[in-house]
Every structure is written in C-alpha cells, then in structure tokens.
C-alpha cells in the first residue's frame, strides 16, 4: 500500500471521529440519552484513534 492509502484512511477515520462526536453530543442533549448508545460510539472514536496511530506509524510519523 503506498503513502496515499495512510493519508487517505487517516482522513476518513478523522471523519468518522468528527461524526460520531456531533452523535454523541445530540445524544446528550436529549432529555434522557442512551448511555449505552454513547459508551458504543466512544469505543468505535477510540477504535479510528488507533487506526489513525497505526496509519501515522506506516508513514514514519509519530
């Protein structure tokens, strides 16, 4: 896989961090959220942290 490929899943995991964080603070808002629904989407934010720790260290970054 070439460098395009990290750049490229690296933004989409960004992406994807961005989505799942207006998810969870709309959930917040509510008047009783679904804290399971929260603690799901924070596990899947730490999930693409990694994915994005694993790209960097593919392109030689830190």
Known sequence: M???HYY???ES?????????VKIDQELDRDS???GLIDHWRKEIRAFQN???RAKKRLGKK
């Not at 995991?13 to 964080?21: A, C, Y």
Request: hydrophobic share 25%; proline share 5%.
């Open 8 to 10: 490229k899943s690296i």
């Open 13 to 21: 995991l960004e992406r994807r961090i961005q989505e799942h964080q």
């Open 33 to 35: 959220p679904d804290l």
């Open 51 to 53: 994915g994005i720790q």
């Open 2 to 4: 070439g460098k395009r």
